[in-house]
């Protein structure tokens, strides 16, 4: 069975640093794309980016150029979405999802950033 | 970069009333085209891929239709269960993996 898991809830302060995770399970996880996608409360998605974890070639959405590092580490089948310094701004809900036809999300990990 | 335009933004629909909820892409996607339905609380679902097949385990009442730039994906007569919001993706040209803005089927 085809599992992306994230790790849990994050509440933070502005200007912290962080980096939410998502592991794959019971596929290839070299061969698929794994794309983060945001989503503001109440709101629609976005794609922020992606990367294969194949060769660790990763893809940016120009909202989100340079305001995050998507990462990936094969032995451990797992993909990282890292902030440098948080804003208040970044409270939303972040997906994994598997791609790019978008067949597998992972649950979802909650990012608070409040003072 | 493609945008994807749905419409409406809400439907207000009755249980057993047909659905019909539009996707405009900016330029052709061919037939690349997902849509999504999305619960509260819940993580999107794949419905429907390359703009006319079912995923796996979706009921028979949901269909899919379209290439280029003009898709539509219909209930045909709705569950309790299908009310949500429902997203279009494209694939065709990325990065990025476009998203519509959702639609919301929401109980009249």
């Known amino acids: 069975e085809v599992q992306l898991v994230q790790s849990g809830a994050e509440v933070k302060k502005p200007g912290e640093s962080l980096k939410i995770s998502c592991t794959g399970s019971?596929?290839?996880?070299?061969?698929?794309?794994i794309a983060w996608v945001r989503q503001v409360p109440g709101k629609g998605l976005e794609w922020m980016g992606n990367?294969?974890?194949?060769?660790?070639?990763?893809r940016y959405s120009p909202t989100f150029q340079g305001q995050v590092t998507i990462s990936a580490d094969k032995s451990f089948k797992t993909v990282y979405l890292q902030w440098r310094s948080l804003k208040a701004s970044d409270t939303a809900m972040y997906y994994c999802?598997?791609?790019?036809?978008?067949?597998?999300w992972g649950q979802g990990t909650l990012v608070i950033v409040s003072s | 970069e493609i945008v994807l335009t749905q419409s409406p933004a809400t439907l207000s629909l009755s249980p057993g009333e047909r659905a019909t909820l539009s996707c405009r892409a900016s330029?052709?996607?061919?037939?690349?085209l997902a849509w999504y339905q999305q619960k509260p609380g819940q993580a999107p679902r794949l419905l429907i891929y390359?703009?006319?097949n079912r995923a796996t385990g979706i009921p028979a009442r949901f269909s899919g239709s379209g290439s280029g730039t003009d898709f539509t994906l219909t209930i045909s007569s709705l569950e309790p269960e299908d009310f949500a919001v429902y997203y279009c993706?494209?694939?065709?040209?990325?990065?990025?993996?476009?998203f519509g803005q959702g639609t919301k089927v929401e109980i009249k």
């Open positions: 390359d703009a006319s």
């Open positions: 990367i294969y974890p194949g060769d660790s070639d990763t």
């Open positions: 330029q052709s996607v061919s037939r690349d």
């Open positions: 019971g596929y290839s996880f070299t061969t698929y794309y």
């Open positions: 999802a598997r791609g790019p036809l978008i067949d597998y």
């Open positions: 993706q494209q694939r065709s040209n990325w990065p990025p993996w476009t």
